[in-house]
C-alpha cells in the first residue's frame, strides 16, 4: 500500500500522511538519500535549522511519533516496542533502504530499540544524548527525572545555555499548544516507568550490526557524557563524540556542529562492524 | 441525610514555615511519639462520633504531613471493631494509584465482616502529586480505575470458585476471595467527581456519588448524574445517591464559631502545598485541558464561585468567603443548618453529608465541642431534612 500523503501549501510545514495505517504529521525535505530523524520527547520544530542542514546531504523524514505532536496513537500502543515496531512498518511501506537513523534523546531509545529488532533498512545509526538504558545501581537515578522539575529547572539540566528555552507559551497559538500538551502525555505514556528506559534494551544491544555513533552535548545534565560512553559501550564497534556548548539538545544549540559530524560520518565508508556469529 | 465525621489525620507539626508538605518533605520532619500521640487523638475523635450518632469517613493520602493515613485499611480494621453503629466509609480507596485489586478486594472484605457490614467502599481515582509516589502511570489512569472498580466488585460477587481475570492492566488466574463480604451482592460503592462525564459513568453504575468541597460547581455533576438515570428510564435518584464534602465549624456563639473556623480554614492553606511539577503530572488531565492551562500560564489558580457570582481563591479566602462558596460551614447550630440546607437545596439535595469537623490546627477540645454541638443540635434536624430545589440560587452556579 502506497502512503498516502498531502502536503500543507507551505512547504516547509509539517504535512500529514497516512502510513501503515497510521495518519502523522511529517516533514519530509531535501533529496538523496534517506535519513529518518527520531526527535526527543518535545518534538519537532519545523523551523529549526538543524532539519535543513541534514536536508542539504538527503531526503530527511521527520514525523512526529504516533501520539506526539499531531500524530495520531495507534491503538493498543503502550511502550517503546510498539513505536519501534511502528517504524519498522513505517520503513517498509515507504520502501526505504540504507536509511540513516538519527534520534535524539527518546528519539535515541528508539532508534536503539528499531535496530535491536532489524537493522535490514538501515545503513547507520546516530544517537544524540539519548536516553534508553540503565547502567548505575538501583538508587543512582542516570536520568534526571524531568516529571517532577519545572521549566525553569528543566531548562537548567537540558541547555547548556539556558536562555535557550525562554519563550512565553501563553502566546502561542492553540494548536502549538495542544501539540507541547500532546508530546508531554506522550511522554509519560511510552516513559513514566520504567522511567525513560527499557530494562531489556542493554542486553539486546549487542544485536546492532550497523556503524553507530553516540554524540553528546558536553553540558548535559538530563544523561551526562558517562551515560552516553557505557550505552555507546553496549553497542559494537560504536564511536563517542562530544560537542562543545550544548547540552542534551545539541541539535537545538549547535545544530552546525551536530550536523557535520552527523554527515561526516555517514560519508566514511563503513567500517568493520563485528558481526552476529551464526551458529 | 446522614452525616460522616473526617479528619485527614494530619501531622500539622510539620506545617510551619513555607516549605512543601507533599511527596518531597523528609520524614525526619514526623516525631513518631507526636504521630502517635496524634493517631489515638484522632480515632478517639471518630469514636465520639460514633457514640453521637455520627457516620466515620476515612481517607487515604501519601507521603503527605497533611494525611498521616497512608493505608486506609488500618484506620478501618480499628474503627471495625471499635466502634458500634457508625458507617464506616472510605473515600477511598485510590484505585487509580494501587497496584492491586485483589489485595483491595480482599481488604475490604474482611472490613466489611469485621464491622458486620457496616463499609461503604468508595473508590476515588488518586490524587495526582501521588503518581510519583506510587509510580504508576498518570496516563490512562481513569481507564485503570474503572478496571480495578469491575475487577474488585466481581471478585467480591463470586462465590462458586475461582476466576479468570486477564484484562488490559490486571492479571489474575485464581481469584477467590476469603471471608467474603459481609453485605450482599457487596457493600455500596461510593465515587468521587469533579466531572460530567464521570458523574454519568457513575449514575450509569447506580452507585453515590461524591464532590468534594466542590461548591455551587457541584450542581453540574448532580444534574449529569440525574440526567444520566433519565436517559435510562430510571426514576430520580433519591439524594442518598448524593454527598458533599465540607468543612464544619459550630460554635455556641458566632465568635466562637469563628475561631473555629479560622482554625479549619488552615486546610485549604496547608492542602496545595506542593512542588507544581507534581500538582499536574503528563496524563493526569486532558490534552484540551492542559492546551488550557498552558495558555492561562501563571494566571491561573483554583477557584470556587459563591453563591452571589463572585469568585474566591480558597487558599487566600475568609471564613465568609468560603461559607459564601459553600466550601465551609460555620456558625451556630441555627446558621449551619440553614446553610447546609441552603447549600443543598441549591446544589441538588445532598444525602451524605461529610464534615469536616477536624482539620487545619483545630484542637482535641475544639473538635470534641464541635463534633457535640453539631451532633446534639444540628443533626436530628438534618435527619429530618427533604429536598426542595431552589432554581434562585441554582443561577449562581456554574
Known amino acids: 500500500m502506497d502512503a498516502q500523503t498531502e502536503t500543507r501549501s507551505d512547504p516547509r510545514a509539517a504535512g500529514s500522511a497516512t502510513i501503515a495505517g497510521i495518519k502523522l504529521e511529517m516533514i519530509r525535505r531535501g533529496r538523496g538519500r534517506p535519513i529518518l530523524f527520531l526527535h526527543p520527547s518535545n518534538g519537532i520544530e519545523p523551523e529549526a535549522p538543524f532539519l535543513d542542514l541534514l536536508a542539504k546531504e538527503g531526503e530527511v523524514f521527520a514525523p512526529s511519533h504516533p501520539g506526539f505532536g499531531a500524530s495520531e496513537l495507534g491503538a493498543g500502543m503502550s511502550n517503546i516496542d510498539d513505536l519501534a515496531y511502528y517504524y519498522l512498518d513505517f520503513l517498509e511501506e515507504l520502501d526505504l533502504h540504507d536509511v540513516l ?16 529488532k532489524s537493522t535490514a533498512r538501515l545503513s547507520k545509526l546516530v544517537l544524540i544524548d539519548s536516553v534508553g538504558i540503565k547502567v548505575s545501581d538501583r538508587e543512582t537515578r542516570d536520568i534526571a527525572d524531568l516529571f517532577a522539575l519545572t521549566p525553569d529547572e528543566i531548562a537548567e539540566l537540558v541547555y547548556h545555555d539556558p536562555t535557550q528555552a525562554q519563550r512565553d507559551l501563553t502566546q502561542l497559538p492553540d494548536d502549538v499548544l495542544r501539540s507541547i500538551a500532546r508530546n508531554r502525555e506522550a511522554s509519560a ?70 550536523a557535520r559530524k552527523i554527515l561526516a560520518f555517514a560519508k566514511e565508508a563503513a567500517p568493520h562492524v563485528p558481526s552476529k556469529e551464526v551458529a | ?65 497533611t494525611c498521616m493515613s497512608s493505608v486506609a485499611a488500618i484506620p478501618l480494621a480499628i474503627l471495625a471493631r471499635e466502634s458500634k453503629k457508625a458507617k464506616l466509609l472510605v473515600l477511598g480507596y485510590p484505585l487509580g494509584n494501587r497496584m492491586d485489586p485483589l489485595r483491595c478486594a480482599e481488604e475490604l472484605s474482611i472490613i466489611d465482616v469485621l464491622s458486620r457490614g457496616r463499609l461503604e467502599m468508595g473508590f ?144 485549604n492553606k496547608s492542602s496545595g502545598r506542593v512542588h507544581p511539577p507534581f500538582a499536574n503530572p503528563p496524563g493526569f488531565l486532558s490534552v484540551d485541558d492542559n492546551a488550557r492551562l498552558l495558555k492561562a500560564g501563571s494566571k491561573r489558580l483554583a477557584r470556587l464561585v ?29 446558621q449551619v443548618y440553614q446553610q447546609i440546607v441552603d447549600f443543598s437545596d441549591a446544589i441538588g439535595g445532598i444525602g451524605n453529608f461529610l464534615a469536616m469537623m477536624q482539620a487545619g490546627y483545630l484542637s482535641h477540645d475544639d473538635t470534641v465541642s464541635n463534633l457535640t454541638l453539631f451532633a446534639k443540635e444540628v443533626l436530628p434536624r438534618l435527619k429530618e431534612y427533604r429536598y426542595t430545589p431552589r432554581e434562585d440560587a441554582a443561577a449562581a452556579a456554574e
Not at chain 2, 16 to 41: S, T, W, Y
Request: proline share 7%; glycine share 8%.
Open chain 1, 101 to 116: 537513523v538519527v534520534g535524539v534523546s527518546f528519539g535515541g531509545w528508539l532508534a536503539a530499540e528499531i535496530a535491536i
Open chain 1, 189 to 258: 505514556r511510552f516513559g513514566w516507568s520504567p522511567y525513560m528506559h527499557d530494562p531489556k534494551l542493554k542486553q539486546r544491544l549487542h544485536r546492532i550490526d550497523v556503524p553507530a555513533l553516540f554524540l553528546w552535548g558536553e553540558s548535559d545534565r538530563v544523561v551526562k557524557p558517562d551515560y552516553g560512553r557505557a550505552f555507546a559501550g553496549f553497542v559494537p564497534g560504536a564511536r563517542f563524540e562530544l560537542i562543545a556548548k550544548a547540552g542534551h539538545a545539541p541539535h537545538v544549540e549547535q545544530p552546525e556542529a551536530t
Open chain 2, 1 to 65: 441525610m446522614r452525616v460522616y465525621h473526617m479528619t485527614e489525620q494530619s501531622y500539622f507539626p510539620a506545617w510551619e514555615g513555607d516549605q512543601k508538605l507533599r511527596v518531597d518533605l523528609p520524614n525526619k520532619h514526623c516525631d513518631p511519639k507526636i504521630a502517635g500521640d496524634l493517631f489515638h487523638r484522632y480515632y478517639d475523635e471518630w469514636l465520639l462520633a460514633d457514640d453521637l450518632g455520627l457516620d466515620i469517613f476515612i481517607n487515604e493520602h501519601h507521603a503527605t504531613a
Open chain 2, 124 to 267: 476515588v481515582k488518586g490524587v495526582p502529586y501521588e503518581l510519583p509516589v506510587s509510580n504508576l502511570n498518570p496516563v490512562q489512569i481513569m481507564d485503570r480505575f474503572w478496571e480495578g472498580h469491575d475487577f474488585i466488585l466481581k471478585a467480591m460477587t463470586s462465590h462458586d470458585g475461582p476466576f479468570n481475570w486477564e484484562g488490559e492492566f490486571y492479571h489474575y488466574r485464581h481469584v477467590n476471595v476469603w471471608p467474603r463480604a459481609y453485605q450482599d451482592p457487596h457493600p455500596p460503592v461510593w465515587i468521587t467527581t469533579s466531572s460530567k462525564g464521570n458523574a454519568k459513568q457513575i449514575a450509569a453504575r447506580g452507585h453515590v456519588m461524591a464532590t468534594m468541597g466542590t461548591g455551587y460547581a457541584s450542581k453540574g455533576t448532580y444534574d449529569a448524574y440525574k440526567e444520566q438515570r433519565r436517559a435510562m428510564g430510571e426514576p430520580e435518584p433519591g439524594i442518598e445517591k448524593f454527598a458533599y464534602l465540607g468543612l464544619v465549624a459550630v460554635g455556641s456563639t458566632p465568635e466562637e464559631a469563628r475561631r473555629r473556623g479560622e482554625l479549619i480554614s488552615e486546610y
Open chain 2, 306 to 334: 459563591t453563591k452571589d457570582g463572585r469568585y474566591i481563591t480558597p487558599s487566600k479566602a475568609s471564613v465568609e468567603e468560603l461559607v459564601d462558596a459553600g466550601m465551609m460551614f460555620c456558625g451556630t447550630p441555627d
